[in-house]
């Protein structure tokens, strides 16, 4: 083996990624190939499984994009959705990132929600699935979760793959997000949350539904690292 490429720029990588996808590589074996090409930091797993799903959905282009970058953290929300409707949307100041204080008061916030759209789910429980960020397992927050006699949902880390929001939701949000141009930040809020508020029930309740099968999936190969 000859000796690693340094420097790649962002788009070569990408290409490569588009490239190895296209030969039928799942993501696990594009960033192991990235790995020995170029080196063990050229980008993290998770973001090569980022790039590999927009390329498997719809992307075709390799450079960076002005007007909608995915990717950016100037502006990030935390969005909440179940079968039928979106429930809170929580938008960050721009700049800022989500800490243990942060969550637990947008938690506040979906409760409060909750209990405004339906107050049978408290009756009937509620079983509540997001991804492994540091914020999310905290003590305080688990304590959050006993004190609404919340059940969390066990999901594996670094398993985009079989979280609704990823495959379904935001897979669909980037699409439209890409062919869209904001030049404020409340124009930006308002468009996404008229966008998501659009999306008619049966939507939601396809997303989660996929849950199953994807994880049933997982349990068939003996959650062996699975794409599709």
Not at 101 to 111: A, I
Not at 196 to 203: C, G, N, P, Q, T
Not at 213 to 222: I, L, T
Request: proline share 4%; net charge positive; with cysteine.
């Amino acid at each position: 083996m000859g000796a690693a490429i340094n420097n790649p720029a962002s788009y070569e990588v990408r290409a490569v990624i588009r490239f190895l996808l296209a030969r039928n590589n799942n993501s696990y074996e594009i960033h192991r190939q990235l790995c020995e090409v170029y080196w063990p930091n050229v980008m993290s797993e998770s973001k090569v499984r980022q790039w590999y799903h927009l390329f498997k959905e719809w992307r075709r282009n390799v450079h960076d994009e002005v007007q909608a970058n995915i990717f950016s953290q100037n502006n990030m929300a935390t969005v909440f959705w179940d079968r039928k409707w979106i429930l809170p949307i929580d938008f960050l100041e721009r700049g800022l990132t989500i800490n243990t204080d942060v969550y637990c008061e947008t938690e506040r916030k979906l409760r409060q929600a909750i209990q405004n759209k339906s107050r049978r789910m408290f009756s009937s429980g509620i079983v509540l699935l997001h991804d492994n960020m540091r914020p999310h397992t905290a003590a305080r927050t688990v304590q959050f979760f006993q004190q609404f006699c919340w059940e969390v949902f066990d999901h594996p880390p670094y398993s985009n793959d079989r979280a609704p929001s990823y495959y379904h939701l935001f897979m669909h949000l980037n699409k439209w997000l890409a062919s869209q141009s904001f030049v404020a930040d409340d124009r930006l809020k308002t468009d996404i949350t008229t966008w998501f508020k659009s999306l008619a029930a049966d939507f939601f309740d396809t997303g989660i539904r996929k849950l199953v099968p994807r994880y049933q999936k997982c349990v068939e190969v003996r959650e062996d690292y699975v794409e599709k």
